[in-house]
């Protein structure tokens, strides 16, 4: 099933339009908010994009946690940079560790064994 298709960049330009009707038929939001929404948007559809195209989806999912971060903080949300570090790193952290669920060696592990044992000369 295909949701994007091959075209995420019309369904993106389809929410920054859908932002600015919002803001012209009443949303009462500033320029920055709606950067920030639209923001926002891009890093989700490249989330979904990872996901449909099965590629790269840590790091898709990194930057969408780091827009999220930071159209919160620009939104009003009152954390330190420390907290925001501690935040992005456990983020960072729980990522690489599902990835590592996700690859597969190329190499069987008996394989890497079998050449580390030494051989009699």
Known sequence: ?????????????????CVKLAAAFGWDAST?????????????VGVLVAVLAHDGIGAAVIGFAQAALALA?????????EKQAVVLTAVTIVVGMWDRTQVTAPV?????????????V
């Open 32 to 44: 920055d908010v709606q950067a920030w929404v639209n923001a926002v948007a891009a890093a989700a």
């Open 73 to 81: 903080v620009g939104l009003g949300l009152d954390w330190s940079s």
């Open 1 to 17: 099933m295909r949701i994007l298709g091959r075209e995420p960049a019309t369904i993106l330009a389809l929410i920054a339009i």
């Open 108 to 120: 069987p592990a008996a394989a890497v064994r079998s050449r580390a044992k030494p051989t009699a």
